[in-house]
């Protein structure tokens, strides 16, 4: 029985997809691409597809399905398209486990099928948990699967409590770089440009997380991620700016002990870890050398600066659909201000509006989820033209 561990990559063009594939590519005994997808970068995607030949690929975008099939025609590789061929095949049998790196909503329902067939799920799409966080830990809960954490955080938390799973958790305290704009006041922020947004001062990321890491929204998705994930109540989930990321995430255990997990900020690592676990397998990743870091500063985040924070925390609090208009406002603002349409403030302040107009609903099932994504993203888009 072979012991490669086979991996359907969901977002393979994306930073998360890309250093997964670095990850593959040093152990070739270990894992194999087995199904890699992308929505529009087709060349990328058919790079990757000569390189790692994986069984399948898909690409989202149907209308440049037939220019990838053609480029992959002289491969024994299938090329399917379309949100339906997504869903399927993270249900293959010949898939081991799915790498989730899909960006925002886009991730959840690809997720749900994967789990559905019971597939071990390598979750790099915070927004699945932040949507649908109890369906999703419900469901994983029926078909005894597991949801291994690829956020650096969140995988950090995890690895703080292996062999502690059975020690109750008094909090976990997320950390957070501060993002570009640590320390500014809401004067400055008022100015910043959209390139001036996305220069993270630690982490190579994609374009939307880097503005949501900016606007402090990133780290609110992560609490809410945090709650679903680790089973917590809203008053055991803190955050603490920490600029040098070198901490990734701490567990605080009932004793008062303090577990933490620390590491150069590369994204491979949890990458690497989620896809060998339960082992750690060698790598070549930079080592951290304690003289390059002689201080670590840890600061109290500032919430009525950065209003996202708040907003999570508030969206954690009341339940139900909130989270899920909350995630959905937040994609449109930042595609928005990506396209010079609206001011980096002008984001949380959409956000704050678009929460107060949408219907409440206490406990979603997937339609209700599906269509509160729905309006309010109508929503959203409406108020922006206004202004």
Not at 144 to 161: K, T, Y
Not at 340 to 362: A, C, V, Y
Request: aromatic content about 6%.
């Amino acid at each position: 029985m072979s012991t490669i561990k086979r991996v359907a990559i969901l977002g393979s063009t994306g930073s998360i997809g890309t250093q997964t594939l670095e990850v593959l590519s040093q152990h070739p005994d270990k894992f194999q691409a087995e199904v890699l997808t992308a929505q529009n970068n087709k060349d990328l995607l058919i790079k990757q597809a000569l390189a790692f030949k994986p069984n399948v690929v898909v690409i989202g975008n149907e209308d440049l399905y037939q220019e990838v099939k053609e480029s992959l025609s002289a491969h024994p590789i299938k090329v399917y398209t379309g949100q339906k061929a997504l869903a399927d095949v993270v249900q293959m049998d010949t898939v081991d486990i799915v790498l989730t790196a899909l960006v925002g909503y886009a991730g959840l329902l690809p997720t749900l099928k994967a789990i559905e067939a019971g597939k071990p799920i390598a979750l790099a799409n915070k927004e699945t948990m932040v949507v649908a966080g109890d369906l999703v830990t419900q469901l994983a809960k029926k078909k005894a699967v597991n949801i291994f954490p690829v956020d650096s955080e969140h995988s950090a938390i995890f690895q703080c409590l292996v062999g502690e799973f059975h020690n109750p958790i008094e909090k976990v305290i997320l950390t957070a770089s501060g993002g570009p704009f640590r320390g500014k006041n809401r004067d400055y922020l008022s100015r910043v440009t959209k390139a001036q947004a996305l220069k993270h001062p630690n982490w190579d990321m994609g374009a939307k997380i880097t503005i949501d890491s900016a606007s402090m929204m990133n780290k609110g998705l992560e609490v809410i991620e945090a709650k679903w994930l680790f089973g917590l109540e809203i008053d055991q989930v803190e955050v603490v700016v920490h600029p040098q990321s070198i901490i990734h995430s701490l567990v605080q255990f009932e004793d008062s002990s303090i577990k933490a997990q620390l590491g150069l900020p590369d994204m491979r690592i949890p990458i690497q870890f989620a896809l060998s676990y339960p082992d750690r397998v060698k790598s070549n990743f930079p080592r951290f050398d304690f003289m390059d870091y002689p201080n670590l500063q840890f600061e109290k985040p500032d919430m009525e600066t950065f209003k996202n924070l708040g907003l999570a925390f508030a969206a954690l609090k009341k339940g139900g659909n909130a989270a899920c208009t909350l995630n959905a406002a937040n994609e449109i603002v930042v595609a928005a201000f990506l396209q010079d349409r609206i001011r980096f403030l002008e984001m949380s302040d959409l956000i704050e509006q678009t929460m107060e107009k949408i219907g409440f609903i206490e406990r979603p099932g997937l339609d209700d989820l599906i269509q509160t994504d729905k309006e309010t993203r109508i929503l959203t888009e409406q108020i922006i033209s206004r202004l």
